[in-house]
């Protein structure tokens, strides 16, 4: 490529190197996922695993309190006085119920109201606290113990007698650890099962992402249409941002490729004119005729350098009217402008354009030197073409701002109107000095700004106006 | 189970002794009853057996396992029941060295050891294997299978006459004039442990207990010590029937004196399991593990069938056996679980110990 472009921009130079760089990654959307899960898994893996041992304890350790206290029961039911004496009739069943945890060591006592043992195992020491279960240990081994006081209030004895029931925590642990490692079956089945569910919801989610792939993938390199696959809405902004993204690039390259067919089109001819002229010049022996010569390639020279500041700016706004981030700008200020740089001595008449602008300031969102170089055109168009007096008049109907160049002559024909925004559109084809592009600008301006470029004849005063339509904005916060 | 001087009394002498000291009291140093080495005296590893078992009933299985073990050598000594108990819950609570193993018929004193975290566990193949009524934790294992007898004098009880059940014993004692008065013996339950447990289980099985022991209070019955000093008065004429004798004992016997009977009651037989123990302190507990696993094995199972010791009551060969179609509802196995616990109480025993006498006070 070696076409010098006019604007960084746009270079389309950087557009291959674009290619061959390697994607700005450094991360891959699945490992990420698979991270988090992993983490969300974990977590939850960890807190279930604790729920599952702590129920399982408090499942076991309900279970086998309850025996105990049935247990202790039985032997409170059993205590009588006999002549005044407590007596404990051991009940076979209270240990038989004690028996079903089968690998547990058992012991039991039985205290009178002032805590002396009545039969029992003597190194069970009297419950220091009213707590039902506490825990103890017992030759070596740690045991869950329960009390239950039954009261007496007969003539001569009377108070509490508390019957304290122990058994080793064997068969709790084993029920624990039954419980727990049940749970914890089914957590992991579930958690497999949630895994795989998580694979093929990755896997699905990410599915669209690999087909705009291979969409892309399977385009010609000048196919910048939108992509157009099914995909959901999650990811719908950024395929429209892409789809704008491509717009964007796609009218940039057309705005080259209209670059080079303008240049090629509109250059050639002035240029091989220019050329003839001064091989005419080199063999004209004659110094009079030399130098009308040399004031003809004078004069191509100027037309050929207004053609290509033509050709260059009509790119060069086209561009920015599409790469410029729009902000509020008043027009008003946009006419002030647009008539301070119109270059009146490039026009044959020596008319000043009137300026009719509002007091309010009017705001549309835009980029002021795009609008300023549209309204440059309109304006030179009306100086050129039109009958003066030749105004610039701002106006703001509605939602709508108006930036109109209004002359007193006939203007367009009525059957030009749809097509003048088109390059080259005028019937008279390409002039000397025009490259007959600057409708064209105006229009690619007005479409940048969601406008447009509307043509009209006036009856107060009598003419034919030219005008961009904007639509209306708010003020700028100060 | 020859006991040292074993008093022999009546209940009532029993009771007059327990009026005035409570349970008899236990010798302040017990000693065993008797003491024998087997295997070489050179072998490397010594092991010290305590049992209640007779030597002359242990002795083959023990010179068995001798003889496989070349490099062990054992010291078996022959125990009362009461007196192995004392003994080896004092070294428990001593906390010192002890026996490296003990094997006692009352079971219960064995599950008190077990349950005051006197014994350490041992598991093999053989102790998964068993069941869970002579297994519990892996501290303590059933080695035998006992049944609790009656043994009548073939001579002196007429065929008709003789008990086949418990109901049989009652109806035999219930006249007044009954020839029987007198000559009716069971175990001492406050001398022998053995005895207490029978008695106590009994007394949990059914209420023929209640009836039982009234009947043996009208009858005069004579309560003694030691199965095999209730087997020779049996056998002498001395005592016409012995009610809850160990039936490994009473087979032994029956094998030479022929007019010993023996049966097992068909209302419902008690059968024992000896249980056998490795205790906390044991010097040597890896041979005392391989000694277990033997008397587990098929060798040491072999050895005990031959001594009586495992007595297959569903085997028609055991000829002395007097024994109906014996079905396993009427077999009740004395498991080893902390429920034997509840015989011990103090005041359980107190209770229990009042029950027995009094049916005899209020005659």
């Known amino acids: ?478 | 189970m020859t006991a040292p001087a074993g008093p022999r009394r009546t209940l009532w002498s029993v009771l007059l002794c327990a009026l005035i000291g409570g349970p008899p009291a236990l010798a302040a140093d017990p000693v065993p009853e008797a003491a024998k080495r087997f295997g070489v005296p050179e072998a490397p590893r010594a092991l010290l057996v305590r049992g209640t078992t007779d030597i002359a009933l242990f002795q083959n299985v023990l010179t068995t396992f001798v003889t496989r073990h070349a490099d062990l050598q054992i010291t078996y000594e022959q125990w009362a029941s009461n007196d192995l108990y004392t003994v080896s819950a004092a070294e428990c609570a001593a906390g010192g060295a002890a026996a490296d193993m003990v094997i006692s018929s009352a079971v219960d004193q064995q599950v008190r050891l077990v349950n005051d975290g006197c014994a350490r566990p041992h598991r093999s193949q053989l102790t998964d294997w068993l069941p869970d009524a002579a297994n519990w934790r892996n501290e303590l294992f059933g080695i035998t299978r006992e049944p609790a007898v009656m043994v009548y004098n073939r001579d002196l009880v007429p065929a008709s006459e003789a008990p086949r059940s418990r109901f049989d014993l009652i109806d035999l004692l219930r006249p007044a004039d009954s020839r029987y008065a007198g000559r009716v013996a069971t175990y001492d339950i406050e001398a022998s442990g053995l005895g207490y447990l029978f008695a106590f289980m009994d007394s949990q099985q059914a209420t023929t207990f209640g009836s039982l022991i009234e009947a043996f209070d009208r009858a005069g019955a004579v309560a003694t010590c030691c199965s095999a000093e209730i087997i020779d008065g049996v056998v002498s004429g001395r005592y016409l029937v012995a009610y809850n004798v160990l039936g490994s004992y009473a087979l032994a016997r029956a094998t030479e004196a022929p007019n010993l009977a023996v049966v097992a009651p068909e209302d419902y037989t008690l059968v024992l399991a000896r249980a056998a123990l490795i205790p906390r302190g044991a010097r040597n507990p890896q041979a005392a593990g391989e000694f277990l696993d033997f008397l587990l094995s098929d060798a040491g199972r072999a050895a005990m069938i031959e001594a009586r010791l495992i007595v297959d009551l569903a085997d028609a060969d055991t000829s002395a056996l007097h024994f109906s179609a014996p079905t396993g509802a009427v077999l009740r196995q004395i498991p080893l679980s902390p429920v034997l616990l509840v015989g011990l109480d103090r005041q359980k025993r107190g209770l229990f110990l009042d029950l027995w006498r009094n049916t005899f006070a209020n005659r």
């Open chain 1, 1 to 478: 490529m070696s076409l010098s472009a006019p604007c960084a921009g746009w270079d389309i130079r950087s557009l291959p190197k674009a290619k061959a760089l390697p994607v700005i990654s450094g991360y891959s959307l699945k490992a990420r996922l698979a991270a988090a899960l992993a983490i969300v898994f974990a977590i939850g893996g960890v807190a279930v695993a604790v729920a599952a041992l702590a129920y399982g304890r408090n499942a076991a350790q309900l279970s086998y309190d309850r025996l105990l206290i049935g247990a202790a029961n039985q032997i409170a039911q059993s205590v009588e006085l006999r002549k005044g004496a407590v007596v404990v009739d051991l009940p076979v069943s209270a240990f038989e119920l004690l028996s079903l945890a089968p690998e547990d060591r058992v012991v039991y006592a039985v205290f009178d109201p002032q805590n002396r043992l009545i039969t029992g195992y003597d190194t069970v020491a009297p419950p220091a606290s009213p707590a039902r279960f506490y825990n103890g240990v017992f030759t070596g081994e740690p045991i869950r113990l329960a009390q239950v006081a039954r009261n007496f209030a007969e003539r001569g004895f009377s108070g509490p007698v508390t019957v304290v029931v122990g058994q080793t925590t064997r068969a709790r642990a084993d029920l624990a650890a039954q419980i727990t490692r049940n749970a914890l079956i089914a957590a992991g089945l579930a958690g497999i099962a949630m895994i795989g569910l998580s694979v093929f919801a990755v896997w699905s989610a990410l599915r669209p992402l690999a087909r705009i792939e291979r969409d892309l993938a399977q385009r010609s390199p000048q196919d910048l249409t939108p992509v157009d696959v099914a995909i959901p809405t999650e990811i719908g902004s950024l395929v429209a941002a892409l789809n704008r993204f491509m717009g964007r690039l796609d009218r940039q390259i057309g705005v080259m490729r209209n670059l080079i067919a303008d240049a090629s089109h509109q250059l050639r001819t002035p240029i091989a004119a220019l050329r003839a002229q001064a091989e005419l010049a080199f063999d004209e022996p004659d110094p009079d005729r030399l130098r009308r010569i040399v004031g003809r390639i004078h004069a191509r020279s100027l037309t050929l350098s207004r053609l290509t500041d033509q050709l260059l700016n009509h790119a060069l706004i086209i561009h920015r009217a599409d790469s410029e981030p729009l902000q509020p700008v008043d027009l008003r200020t946009v006419a002030i402008r647009a008539i301070d740089e119109t270059d009146r001595s490039l026009f044959a008449t020596d008319i000043r354009p009137g300026l009719d602008l509002p007091e309010n300031p009017v705001w549309c969102a835009g980029d002021a030197l795009s609008l300023a170089e549209a309204c440059k055109n309109l304006l030179g168009n009306a100086l050129r073409h039109g009958t003066a007096p030749v105004t610039l008049v701002v106006t703001q109907t509605g939602s709508e701002a108006r930036l109109a160049v209004h002359d007193a002559g006939p203007g367009l024909r009525a059957d030009q109107w749809a097509d003048a925004g088109t390059r080259f559109a005028r019937d008279s084809g390409v002039s000397a000095d025009s490259a007959g592009l600057g409708l064209a600008i105006v229009h690619a301006v007005a479409v940048a700004h969601h406008g447009g470029l509307s043509f009209g004849h006036t009856d107060a005063p009598a003419g034919f106006e030219a005008a961009i339509v904007l639509p209306l904005t708010e003020a700028p916060k100060p």
